[in-house]
């Protein structure tokens, strides 16, 4: 199937590490890329190929991947980090596809 | 500096139709493919189609495929996204992006709507 599974909620005190898990088949094939998206705006690419960091975004952020999972690792989570945030990745038919998203509360 | 610039949303009712037009600037915009992404309010993010670099490769989720089409103009810089036959469901803000999917818009709301 084409779908990508994400926890809707994940909550972590600041200084903690949060942990947002995303699954899917398509995972097995093809790299994944993780979006934070904060209200009112639009998404900002953290990660690309399961564990890449675009410049500009802070070495807390960090990928992995082992088979149709791939993590989004944020270390000692700061306040402002709170954001919807969201996988991605390519299917094998030249499609596209999202993850349901998930909601990460830093408090 | 790299700059992608949508326009083109409004309210309009369903069974109409609307054209999205996403101004590309600062990189060349012959060697990148794009995507149009959108964001029905209080909802995540859906892919909705890709264009690719040269407009020889396009796709589209399903829920839109026959009644939306992707083009590009290489001459003016910009994408387009034309969507007929529009459903209440296809109300969202509408993203255009980059391949690699690293800039993004701000967005263009579209409302269809009785």
């Known amino acids: 199937s084409y779908e990508l599974t994400q926890p809707s909620s994940v909550s972590v005190s600041p200084g903690q590490t949060a942990r947002i898990t995303c699954s899917g088949d398509?995972?097995?094939?093809?790299?994944a890329r993780w979006f934070q998206q904060k209200p009112g705006q639009a998404p900002v690419l953290v990660i690309y190929k399961d564990i890449k960091r675009p410049s500009g975004i802070p070495e807390r952020f960090s990928g992995s991947s082992s088979g149709t999972t791939v993590i989004l690792t944020i270390s000692g989570a700061q306040v402002e980090d709170e954001a919807d945030y969201y996988c991605y990745s390519a299917t094998d038919n030249n499609l596209r596809v999202f993850g349901g998203g998930t909601k990460l509360t830093v408090l | 500096q790299v700059q992608v610039v949508e326009s083109g949303g409004g309210v309009v009712q369903p069974g109409r139709s609307l054209r999205l037009s996403c101004v590309a600037s600062g990189f060349t915009f012959s060697h990148y493919g794009f995507h149009w992404v959108r964001q029905a309010p209080g909802k995540g993010l859906e892919w909705v189609s890709l264009i690719s670099y040269d407009g020889t490769n396009k796709s589209y989720v399903d829920s839109v495929k026959g009644r939306f089409s992707i083009s590009r103009d290489s001459s003016k810089n910009t994408v387009y996204l034309q969507m007929n036959s529009l459903r209440t469901e296809d109300t969202a803000t509408y993203y255009c992006t980059r391949d690699g999917l690293d800039y993004w818009g701000q967005g263009t709301l579209v409302t269809v709507s009785s």
């Open positions: 398509v995972l097995a094939k093809g790299y």
